[in-house]
Nanobody, 123 residues
Framework: QLQLVESGGASVQPGGSLKLSCAASGSPSDYYSIGWFRQAPGKEREGIAC????????YYTDSVKGRFTISRDNTKNMVYLQMNSLKPEDTAIYYCAARMGPVSTIEYDYDFWGQGTQVTVSS
């Protein structure tokens, strides 16, 4: 059973940066693809970035491409989301999730979820 814990959420001004972390425990995390999802108030949860286990292939949705970078350190069982040039529309609860399979931004493909961390972008 894999457990995931997100951290690093905060309030920042537009144009600022944040780095979110996702700590995995309970199972070797390099078996899993990890995805970052977010859910803004009144909106559905959306997948924004994902990274495969050992090959570390990445995928980004258009809304974050060029601004966000997903990475992982399998020696530490950690996955990161570096977020630059943040916009008010990036405000959401951010979740990491894991699946044994290729990268995907489809919520229902994922089996394990963290509790989420709040990111607020506001002046």
């Amino acid at each position: 059973q894999l457990q995931l814990v997100e951290s690093g959420g905060a309030s920042v001004q537009p144009g600022g940066s944040l780095k979110l972390s996702c700590a995995a425990s309970g199972s070797p995390s390099d078996y899993y693809s990890i995805g970052w999802f977010r859910q803004a108030p009144g909106k559905e949860r959306e997948g924004i970035a994902c990274i495969s286990g050992r090959n570390q292939n990445t995928y980004y949705t258009d809304s974050v491409k060029g601004r966000f970078t997903i990475s992982r350190d399998n020696t530490k069982n950690m996955v990161y989301l570096q977020m630059n040039s943040l916009k008010p529309e990036d405000t959401a609860i951010y979740y990491c999730a894991a699946r044994m399979g290729p990268v995907s931004t489809i919520e229902y493909d994922y089996d394990f979820w963290g509790q989420g961390t709040q990111v607020t972008v506001s002046s």
